[in-house]
């Protein structure tokens, strides 16, 4: 029994020491690289170059997550819907970074208090 007990501490250690900034409140905030990343997709998924130069373009982004239109489905109860923009195809690394926090575009002309992933 005592030998269950430990390797069950043990466990226990390495998963908290490994995923304790993800569920810790106050802990790093992850970029949507680290997200992307825990998914299971390297950086050549998105980044067609080695090494990157530029920003993702949207219309990779697009091959995953559709076209403006499947994303305005997708976030439909969020009022108003941040990809129903009376900018029409707004390019996705406005307001999304992999590898620095995200930003609000729309709050440069508006108020609408969005929490950008």
Known sequence: ????????AICIFL???FY???FIAGAATLFLADKHKIAGIACGGCHKENP???????????E????????????????????????ENVKCEL??????PSE????????????VP
């Open 95 to 100: 307001c999304h970074h992999a590898h620095k």
């Open 20 to 22: 304790s900034r993800f």
């Open 52 to 62: 990157p130069k530029d920003q993702v373009p949207t219309v990779i982004c697009n």
């Open 64 to 87: 995953c997550h559709g076209d403006q239109a499947k994303l305005a489905n997708r976030t439909q109860k969020v009022i108003p819907n941040p990809h129903e923009s009376h900018l």
């Open 1 to 8: 029994m005592t030998k269950h007990l430990r390797i069950l």
């Open 104 to 115: 609000n575009y729309c709050g440069n002309c508006h108020e609408f208090g969005y929490k």
């Open 15 to 17: 998963f908290s020491s």
